[in-house]
């Protein structure tokens, strides 16, 4: 069992910044890939990045690969996501997520086993 704690959301102005985290504990060997999911309202749940530490990979979605940016402290068992130039259509529920992986990172959130609270970002016009 990994149990994943969000921290960092909040509200923003259009064009600032925020930094998500997720902490995990429990089986954390179990895992090797941590991700980040969004969901607005009314939509579905949607990748935003991951990271798989085993190949030293990261993933990102198209539409943030340019102003997100996603890393991991080990000795933390800690992932963040550095949000930049927030957008209001950024504005969603922020999920963190882990899954073992053998091949890659899986950007389905059905692959994924475990779940974190989320985390709610909001970011204003």
């Known amino acids: 069992q990994v149990q994943l704690v969000e921290s960092g959301g909040g509200l923003v102005q259009a064009g600032g910044s925020l930094r998500l985290s997720c902490a995990a504990s429990?089986?954390?060997?179990?895992?090797?890939?941590m991700g980040w999911f969004r969901q607005a309202p009314g939509k579905e749940r949607e990748f935003v990045a991951a990271i798989n530490w085993s190949k030293n990979r990261t993933s990102y979605a198209d539409s943030v690969k340019d102003r997100f940016s996603i890393s991991r402290a080990g000795a933390k068992n800690t992932v963040f996501l550095q949000l930049n130039t927030l957008k209001p259509e950024d504005t969603a529920v922020y999920y963190c997520?882990?899954?073992?992986?053998?091949?890659?990172?899986?950007?389905?959130?059905?692959?994924?086993?475990?779940w974190g609270q989320g985390a709610q970002v909001t970011v204003s016009s």
């Open positions: 997520a882990a899954v073992r992986s053998d091949y890659g990172i899986p950007v389905h959130p059905r692959s994924y086993d475990y």
């Open positions: 429990g089986r954390t060997f179990s895992t090797n890939v």
